[in-house]
């Protein structure tokens, strides 16, 4: 039986890369992990605290956080796949919408949290 890589759209196309592209993108995936797994601790750090901020905000930037590190940690394999094919094909790197909407969720989030936490 072959050795079949998983995922197969993303394995089964163009040629084998030089591993330093490789290994590159599965950092680029790691940092976005700790990312997320940063998001997770803040948003049940929120919750868990007593802060001086009003419950259903408190709730609120705690449930905004979690759902930020859930999301995070989806787009960064699906980006960490999109990449690894590019690589492969050697096309250019795909775009990534993700890193401006979770950019402008933190600043609104942490917006939230200045002006009516005060």
Do not use: C, H, K
């Amino acid at each position: 039986m072959g050795s079949r890589r998983w995922p197969g759209w993303v394995y089964a196309t163009g040629e084998e890369p030089d591993y330093r592209f490789t290994f590159a993108n599965e950092r680029t995936f790691l940092a976005w992990i700790r990312t997320s797994l940063a998001l997770v601790a803040g948003g049940v750090a929120v919750d868990a605290l007593d802060l001086p901020l009003p419950d259903p905000l408190q709730r609120g930037v705690a449930a905004v956080l979690l759902l930020l590190g859930i999301a995070s940690a989806a787009s960064s394999w699906l980006r960490w796949a999109r990449s690894e094919r590019a690589i492969r094909r050697a096309e250019p790197l795909p775009a990534s919408v993700f890193t401006a909407v979770l950019a402008g969720a933190v600043l609104m989030t942490a917006v939230a949290v200045l002006v009516l936490g005060l």
